[in-house]
């Protein structure tokens, strides 16, 4: 995975700071431009293809709506990194393709670090301090699915395997 | 075979095996798939059309209308109109519109039995625990998953047992229960496991306050919460049609070893009364007695079930909420409402002031035109307050049970209900 600079927050990020229930009905073009607006109100517009978004603790608690991380992901960020996620949320990120790696030393990374997070590996390697920070690695059969782009992508390789099957 | 928890021997089942432990990743059927009009259809359509994919089996998937409703704008009909469609196309007939938030209907329909491996395309599905079933919420692309092939995986939870001993006071209910778990634990203490309620305190709860109990597990982070099923459980699925469980098939192993096992006292159990912007700044109502309301609100799958608006018409009888105070009630599904107005509940709190919504979500969710304005203070029977989610970001949001909301409007104050006990 290439470099990314880091954007830090801290615990319990929540669902509806992410994607605002106001915005729900929007598409995920407009949701996206209010995700974490009332926490860090330049984030939308300054956030930049590759970067990577590093919480504390319970990243992503609340709700079950997977625009959370889909926002994220439209806005381009490559990869969560926390001490912890929310377990319905991480779900929702790999299942959209996006890795979250659970990490605790998350902590010792400053805004605007550069980073490079090997997800399977589990480590990242933070190229503005040399650190080397070691996380969880993400399983296998979960890191299959987010290299196809997540399960949809996953479910169509799938079906069509056995479509192939059955001819 | 080794000693299980209730939640290991759901999951056992679901999976096909004799036995299961914590930690396993195992692959599970799915028996009940439910989903809102929010998270559901409008979602899943587009991904099922694109993987011409089909739903595995119609007869196991419910649909509730709750997010959008009232529809006052087109996209919140479109939303609504999309629900509509999606179910005729795919043969969905356990289909509800209108009737109120999907956590409450589910169970009025008769839907849930004791062990039961069900998911719910909401976060407060763990609702469905309250009835033996291993019930979780998941997001819209997974419920694709469970749509197309019948199956979800899990990592099999540790059981952390949350036991309640003795009884609790006049006044006092699941809510405040709920909240001093979340001071305790914090809103990742759960870490993803189960929460199973025992506990004398527990077992004299009536159903729809065990739905409480199980409805804020995700509040705590846990991924369900559970009560094993007993004569009250029993009782109540016989009254919707959904008896004849064999209830010994679904208790825990008294000998099979949990991650953790909490001891609360039920009886020194003061109301409780969280603090923005989140669940854990719950303490004793002393805490923030006194502190001015704008709006006080009766809403939610956690707070404005029968049980819930009869607690807030003990409080109201005879009495008028302040008039700086705002008080809406919006009763959690049309049959409770329709109890509610049958036997003088709803009478009650009408003429205490109270001003109706829509059986929906509303504000809870901050979806409705009824959010919260600039700087508003609020006191809500709800399940979370995080910063912005009902209104702007600049409200705040104090959660209590329905006796200390109701005593708050009285009051136009954050107040303790034992003051108005009679």
């Not at chain 2, 994919?53 to 939303?79: C, F, G, M, N, Q």
């Amino acid at each position: 995975m290439n470099d990314g600079r880091a954007w830090v927050f801290g615990d319990n990020i929540d669902t509806d700071v992410l994607a605002p229930g106001q915005y729900m009905k929007s598409g995920i073009e407009e949701l996206a431009r209010h995700c974490l607006e009332s926490v860090e109100p330049g984030f939308a517009s300054s956030v930049r293809p590759g970067d990577v978004v590093v919480g504390r603790r319970n990243f992503g608690t609340g709700s079950s709506r997977e625009q959370a991380p889909e926002a994220l992901r439209h806005l381009g960020v490559a990869a969560l990194v926390a001490e912890s996620f929310s377990g319905l949320f991480y779900r929702n990120a790999i299942n959209l393709g996006l890795p979250a790696v659970v990490c605790a030393d998350a902590g010792r990374i400053r805004p605007g670090d550069r980073l490079r997070v090997d997800p399977e590996a589990g480590r990242i390697d933070n190229l503005t301090t040399g650190e080397t920070l070691a996380c969880e690695p993400i399983p296998g059969h979960l890191m299959q699915m987010v290299r196809d782009g997540g399960l949809v992508p996953h479910l169509q390789k799938r079906l069509q395997a056995q479509r192939e099957a059955a001819r | 075979m080794h000693a299980q928890t209730l939640a290991q021997k759901i999951i056992a089942r679901a999976a096909g095996r004799e036995s299961v432990s914590p930690g396993e990743i195992v692959v599970c059927r799915v028996d009940l798939a439910m989903m809102h009009d929010s998270g559901g259809p409008r979602r899943v359509k587009p991904m099922l059309d694109k993987l011409g994919a089909k739903v595995w089996d119609p007869d196991k998937v419910v649909v509730i209308t709750d997010h959008y409703l009232p529809a006052k704008d087109d996209e919140s009909r479109r939303i609504i109109r999309i629900a509509r469609d999606w179910v005729k196309e795919a043969g969905v007939t356990r289909f509800h519109d209108g009737e109120g938030i999907c956590h409450v209907v589910l169970p009025q329909k008769g839907y849930l039995r004791p062990g039961m491996l069900a998911v719910g395309g909401d976060s407060h599905s763990p609702t469905g625990g309250a009835f033996g079933a291993y019930m979780f919420g998941i997001g819209a692309t997974e419920m694709l998953g469970v749509l197309v092939t019948g199956e979800i995986w899990l990592k099999v939870p540790q059981t952390f047992l949350v036991e309640w001993s003795g009884r609790l006071a006049d006044y006092v209910s699941a809510k405040d229960m709920m909240l001093a778990l979340c001071a305790r634990l914090g809103l990742d203490g759960g870490q993803y496991q189960a929460i199973q309620y025992v506990g004398d305190a527990v077992a004299a709860l009536p159903i729809q306050e065990r739905m409480t109990l199980c409805n804020m597990a995700p509040e705590v982070g846990a991924q369900v919460g559970l009560v094993a099923p007993d004569a009250v459980t029993q009782a109540y699925l016989e009254s919707v049609g959904a008896g004849g469980s064999d209830l010994a098939a679904w208790q825990g192993d008294a000998d099979a070893p949990v991650g953790a096992h909490l001891r609360f006292d039920a009886a020194a159990l003061e109301p409780q009364v969280a603090a923005p912007h989140s669940p854990a700044n719950a303490a004793p109502v002393a805490a923030h007695a006194g502190t001015r309301i704008d709006t006080a609100y009766i809403g939610a799958c956690t707070g404005a079930k029968i049980d819930d608006l009869r607690m807030a018409a003990r409080v109201l009888r005879g009495r008028r909420v302040a008039q700086s105070v705002r008080f809406v009630v919006a009763p959690a599904s049309a049959h409770d409402q329709a109890i509610a107005a049958r036997e003088g509940t709803l009478k009650i709190l009408t003429d205490a002031g109270a001003e109706l919504l829509a059986n929906s979500c509303g504000i809870c969710a901050g979806y409705g035109e009824d959010r919260l304005g600039e700087n508003q203070v609020a006191i809500t029977s709800t399940a979370r307050n995080f910063k912005g989610r009902m209104g702007a970001a600049s409200s705040q949001v104090y959660l209590g049970s329905p006796f200390t909301v109701a005593a708050s409007a009285i009051a136009g104050r954050i107040c303790d209900p034992r003051e108005f006990l009679k």
